[in-house]
Structure formats: structure tokens, C-alpha cells
């Protein structure tokens, strides 16, 4: 999710920890769950600062080892441990628990969008992404809102969060089952297919659609369920060439590789360089596709220069890319 549902999410948690009765009876402790739990919501997005180092770093560790197992166990002891040091009248076991709760609750919600997490590390670098919860969803985000503004005018928090996570979970079971509607809709649309990915938008019954048979790609939208086809490539395999050999080494389309599920690829020459464009066909918006990963190779198939991440003209690319094609 974004960071803004996960800190309202935290105080959430932090407003149904009252009713812990150790929590609600000890003041200091209120206040140290409380922090444990927004700190906690937020904590495994820490790898965000991987972006300042570069693109490709970023996509390919980013809600990894900061979403794991060991890091979901580990988080809680090191934010209750510090909570603990400056607030030592707290009671550590019960902020732990709670601060534990904030930490797995924000690596659970993150595996429903459709970026997913490696959340099963260190027994397997798969990324789980059920795909059905958009990475803002303005209904959850708003419920959390209205929850927080009820126990600000003085409702008490314990069952209004109580119901706000009940409603909730009705709503995880109706996406699942819009998901799966639009899934079968897509089939009985390409129906030679043999995977269908659909990711949610903002919008509740918009989502996009990406899917592959044995000789196309297939790019679209669902509306309900009404598909709209927008694009139809020829299924080709990427050249086994020494350039697309030497291509791939890069750092930045190795990183998009591990990342995307669903591309195509192009390879073109300007003026002597080769380009190798790989383009995923999750994110079409605006009859452009801005998730790509390029690199440029020489004649000696050395790489002159690469970049991977979101673009959405071709002057910014070659901006990124420092090219100017003749």
C-alpha cells in the first residue's frame, strides 16, 4: 500500500490496542503502543531510500528483505526495544505484541496489490502478488479516515475499528470476487489464453488486463465485464544473440527481468549503437507504455548506457539515457 494508508492504518491499530487492558490502563504505555504501531506500519518501507542509489537496485530489492520473515520478526524487537529505552515504564511485552501486529499487518496488505512481496523469504524469492487491491485504494484509505475522525469526536476506538476491519474483510472477499469475474471475462474474450494477469485501479470495477496465448500479447481494460482489447502483439521469443546476450548482463534490464512477468521487446540501431528495449505491457496508459528497460550497446557490444523505470515520453528517455537519435 501507499504510505499514507499504512500510517493511518498504524494509528488504527494504535486506537484498537485499547482494548488491551494493559494498554488502556497505563498511560505511558498507551503512548509507546501507539508509536510502536505507526512506526511499525511504516518500518519495512525503509528500502524506498534504495531509490536514491538508482532505478535498477530499487525494482529489484524493494519489498524484499525488508518484507520477509526474519524482517517481520526482527522489526518489532528493534522499534519496541528503542520505544522501550526512552519510555522504560512501558510495558515491553505488550508494546512488542502490538508493534508485532503493526509490522505483519503492513507486509499482509502489501501482498493483495499486484507490485506484491517477498514475503515467504528466506524460503523462496517468489513474489507473492494476489493482484486485487490497488497500491492506493481511496475506499480503504477512506474508511481508515472516517474511523479516525469518529474517535477524534470522542467515539471510543475499540469498536469502532473493530467494525471499520470486519467491513474490511468484506470488502478483500468482494474483490476477490470482482477479480475473479473479470478473469472469466477475459477468457470468454481471448479464450485461447493461457495466462491472464488483471491489476486494480483506483476505480472499483476498472482494472487493467494483460494476457498471453501461444502466439499473442494482449493489452486491455475491463469495465465490469466489458474487455476492451487495445493492443495485440505477435508472441516472439527475445533473439539468443550475443548482443541480447550481452544486453541482458545490464543491471538495469536484468532488474526488470526479475521483475516483470509479462513483456516484449524490441531491438533497433541508431547511427552505429543498438538499443534493446524491453517494454512491460502491465501498465499501458495513455496508449503509451511507461515501464521499460533500455539499454545501448556499441559495436564491440559494450553497454554505452541503460536505465529502467517509469517514462512516459521518448525526450525524457533519451534525457535519462543522455541520446540524442539522428
Do not use: C
Amino acid at each position: 500500500m501507499d504510505t499514507g494508508t499504512h500510517i493511518v492504518m498504524g494509528i488504527a491499530l494504535g486506537g484498537l490496542a485499547l482494548a488491551d487492558p494493559v494498554v488502556a490502563s497505563h498511560s505511558i504505555t498507551t503512548t509507546a503502543v501507539i508509536a510502536g504501531t505507526i512506526i511499525g506500519s511504516q518500518a519495512p518501507d525503509i528500502d524506498t531510500v534504495l531509490k536514491l542509489r538508482n532505478n535498477a537496485v530499487y525494482i529489484r530489492h524493494h519489498r524484499g528483505i525488508t518484507h520477509s520473515i526474519p524482517a517481520v520478526i526482527l522489526w518489532p524487537l528493534l522499534i519496541s526495544g528503542v520505544l522501550w529505552l526512552i519510555m522504560p515504564d512501558a510495558n515491553w511485552l505488550h508494546l512488542w505484541l502490538w508493534t508485532f501486529l503493526a509490522v505483519f499487518v503492513h507486509v499482509f496488505v502489501d501482498i493483495f496489490n499486484s507490485y506484491g512481496t517477498q514475503a515467504l523469504r528466506p524460503f523462496s524469492r517468489k513474489w507473492v502478488a494476489l493482484g486485487v487491491i490497488n497500491t492506493f485504494d481511496p475506499i480503504i484509505f477512506g474508511f481508515h479516515v472516517v474511523g479516525l475522525l469518529f474517535w477524534m469526536l470522542g467515539a471510543n476506538p475499540v469498536p469502532t475499528f473493530l467494525i471499520m476491519y470486519i467491513i474490511m474483510v468484506g470488502y478483500y472477499i468482494l474483490r476477490f470476487a470482482v477479480q475473479k469475474a473479470v478473469k472469466n471475462s477475459v477468457l470468454h474474450t481471448i479464450p485461447d489464453a493461457d495466462e491472464i494477469i488483471v491489476a486494480p485501479t483506483m476505480k472499483f470495477f476498472e482494472w487493467r488486463v494483460a494476457a498471453i496465448s501461444k502466439s499473442h500479447h494482449y493489452v486491455g481494460r475491463a469495465y465490469g465485464r466489458s474487455i476492451t482489447v487495445y493492443d495485440k502483439f505477435d508472441r516472439v521469443s527475445i533473439p539468443d544473440s550475443d548482443l541480447v546476450t550481452a544486453a541482458l548482463k545490464d543491471k538495469n534490464l536484468s532488474a526488470f527481468i526479475s521483475f516483470s512477468p509479462i513483456y516484449r521487446w524490441e531491438i533497433t540501431e541508431h547511427d552505429q549503437i543498438f538499443e534493446v528495449r524491453l517494454i512491460d505491457l502491465r501498465y499501458r496508459s495513455n496508449d503509451y507504455y511507461p515501464f521499460v528497460a533500455v539499454a545501448h550497446l556499441n559495436e564491440d557490444l559494450e553497454v554505452v548506457n541503460s536505465y529502467t523505470g517509469w517514462i512516459f515520453s521518448e525526450d525524457k528517455l533519451h534525457k535519462k539515457l543522455d541520446f540524442t537519435p539522428l
